[in-house]
């Protein structure tokens, strides 16, 4: 298949399949594909199959010569709840499909691909629910400029979807209402590009580093029927992260990310027919996410992989909400990747994220816990050609 065929399928049955989740770095997920999960989320400086699209594109230019095709699908399952209030949410299984498509020739690699980056979801037994879900076609670019440099981008078409239903004085009237039937579209959607900038070097035969920008995706505003959402907006970032290979099967990584939420997830305004109804007050502070992970060869099929990822809580006490509880910090990750043959590989992770709680501090949520825990798994065949 041609590669602007399969952009435009990719297009096409993105725009059907967003994928709604619940992210755990905020709205973004803890690792993109299930090499770098089951590495804790460690990504930018080795190679990672055509999950380089979400992380870093640069380690596109380190895949051996010829053509890779992907097909991942991920679940995140959280259990939140607010005890003594809304009690536990419904919303405890969310699929993210993906799929992405890498050709290297001489000195370029270039693709395209289709991964759900994130979101958030809730529904409790009073009818109060919201579902947030965020994707990118995504299409790259990377370059061998020498034996050890790498330089790769992308520009990114990024959409999200939303539902919300929200009963806000307690009336029992559901001041805000509009949602779909779908598990994978919200009723009111929204489009915007971005782009990422990116680079591996090989300091040594055993390191290399490697680092990306993205910039932010200011979707102007979500729309359905007569509601309008605006300020939802996903951040820019900043990573960096080295890759060490410690022995003929041991390889090592580790990664710092600057998720720049304070500039990004402020005050989400919601109207209808123009008139406002709601301002959801968000402020969330800027969040530092550390990565590391382990991966060992234990033969020429078998590859073990063991990770540990943070980041702190970015939404502040006083403006945490039930509806967007995207409070989870630490996440415990192991994972595989088995070779059927040369051609042909499975790989697995799974991320065990231990229950967070807060409790908030503001005049709209003064004295509400929230209790947020995950168990959340990807699974991923790669073809070579």
Do not use: C
Not at 44 to 62: I, K, Q, R
């Amino acid at each position: 298949m041609r590669l602007n065929q399969l952009a435009a399928t990719l297009a096409a049955a993105g725009l059907a399949v967003p994928g709604l989740a619940m992210a755990t770095n905020g709205m973004l997920m803890e690792g993109y594909g299930p090499v770098a999960a089951g590495m804790g989320g460690a990504s930018m400086a080795y190679d990672n199959g055509t999950a380089a699209l979400a992380n870093n594109p640069a380690t596109l230019g380190l895949m051996r010569e010829g053509s890779r095709v992907d097909v991942m699908v991920g679940f995140v399952g959280p259990d939140v709840s607010v005890p003594g209030m809304m009690g536990t949410s419904e919303a405890d299984a969310f699929y993210m499909p993906a799929i992405g498509y890498v050709k290297k020739q001489g000195k370029f690699a270039y693709g395209a691909g289709i991964y759900g980056q994130g979101g958030m979801g809730t529904e409790y037994a009073n009818g109060d629910m919201a579902q947030v879900g965020v994707g990118r076609v995504i299409f790259p670019l990377a370059y061998n400029v020498s034996e050890r440099l790498n330089v790769g981008g992308s520009i990114d078409f990024v959409w999200a979807g939303m539902d919300l239903v929200a009963d806000l004085n307690g009336d029992g009237i559901k001041d805000i209402n509009f949602k779909d039937d779908s598990d994978f579209t919200g009723a009111a959607k929204g489009y915007s590009l971005a782009a990422k900038l990116g680079f591996t070097f090989r300091l040594s035969d055993a390191v290399t580093v490697g680092g990306v920008y993205q910039t932010a995706a200011n979707l102007p505003e979500l729309e359905e029927a007569g509601y309008k959402v605006e300020g939802f907006d996903m951040p820019q970032t900043l990573a960096l992260g080295v890759a060490w290979q410690a022995s003929e099967r041991l390889m090592v990584a580790a990664d710092v990310k600057d998720v720049m939420w304070g500039s990004s997830m402020n005050t989400v305004t919601i109207s209808n027919e123009g008139g406002l109804v709601a301002p959801f007050q968000q402020d969330w502070d800027d969040q530092i996410v550390l990565a590391l992970g382990l991966s060992y060869a234990f033969s020429d099929a078998l590859t073990g992989r063991i990770g540990y990822n943070h980041g702190d809580n970015p939404i502040p006490d006083r403006f945490v909400n039930f509806l967007w509880p995207a409070i989870v910090e630490d996440h415990y990750t192991v994972g595989f990747g088995y070779a059927f043959s040369k051609q042909s590989t499975l790989n697995a992770a799974l991320s065990y994220v231990p229950e967070a709680t807060v409790t908030g501090t503001g005049p709209m949520n003064g004295g509400m816990q929230i209790d947020h825990s995950q168990l959340n798994w990807q699974l991923m065949y790669s073809y070579t050609f």
